[in-house]
């Protein structure tokens, strides 16, 4: 029946517009572990493109006017969980932008789900070696302060890099000058 065929096509046409992603026009969501280069790489992206910077670990402490491993000392993971959920959930309601997620941002399924329908994802990847030297310059990481941090680091990355590699893009974020990823993003996307 051809009314029933062109329904049938106009459902398709709307289906393939409502998952069409464009990196010209959404939020570009930086996931990935400590260290991957998400806050640094995120920054001069967006300065890049001109477009605004955000950071979910920078808003989550001011919306708690603490710093992370004050929240995490006097509250808890679990309350730095909430929050952090709660802020990039309203990030992602802003005009395009680029969000540094914090490292365990997308491990949360609701984030993860909220991130995927509103924002193109992008896997900043690199090895372990590069990444504890990078996370052993700075402190500051309050799941890092452990007996054997690179222990951590590396049970960290085997749990989450099946869940990482759900985003859109997977970029190696290796060692030298920051300008090397941010361009590698950049010819991913194509922005
Ligand atoms: N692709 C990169 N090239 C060079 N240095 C990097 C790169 N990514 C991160 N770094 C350095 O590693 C450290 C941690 O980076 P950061 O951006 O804070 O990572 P994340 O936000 O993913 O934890 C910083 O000193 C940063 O300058
Ligand atoms: O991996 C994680 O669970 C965390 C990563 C940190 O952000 P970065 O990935 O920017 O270091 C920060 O959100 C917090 O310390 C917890
Ligand atoms: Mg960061």
């Given amino acids: 029946m051809t009314h029933g065929l062109s329904i049938e096509n106009d459902q398709k046409a709307a289906k393939v517009q409502f998952n069409a992603q464009d990196p010209h026009k959404q939020t570009i969501v930086l996931v990935g572990i400590m260290g991957a280069g998400k806050s640094s ?5 967006a300065q890049e493109l001109k477009i605004p910077f955000f950071d979910s670990d920078d808003e989550v402490e001011k919306a708690a006017s603490m710093t992370i491993p004050e929240i995490f ?3 808890g993971e679990e309350e730095f969980r909430r929050v952090e959920a709660r802020v990039i ?4 309601e802003e005009p ?19 991130m995927q329908k509103n924002a193109i994802t992008v896997w900043l990847n690199a090895d372990l070696e590069t990444l504890w ?5 700075k402190g500051g990481r309050p ?16 749990l989450r890099k099946p869940i990482y590699a759900l985003a859109d893009y997977e970029v190696a974020s290796i060692d030298g000058p920051h300008k090397t990823t941010v361009d590698a993003v950049r010819s991913a996307l194509n922005v």
């Fill in 41 to 45: 790489v995120g920054r001069r992206l």
């Fill in 73 to 75: 000392s006097k509250h």
């Fill in 89 to 92: 959930e309203r990030l992602l």
């Fill in 96 to 114: 395009r932008m680029i969000l540094a997620t914090g490292g365990g941002a997308f491990m949360n399924e609701a984030t993860r789900e909220i």
């Fill in 133 to 137: 030297r990078r996370v052993s310059k």
């Fill in 143 to 158: 799941l890092l302060k452990k007996e054997n941090p690179k222990q951590v680091l590396a049970d960290l990355l085997t």
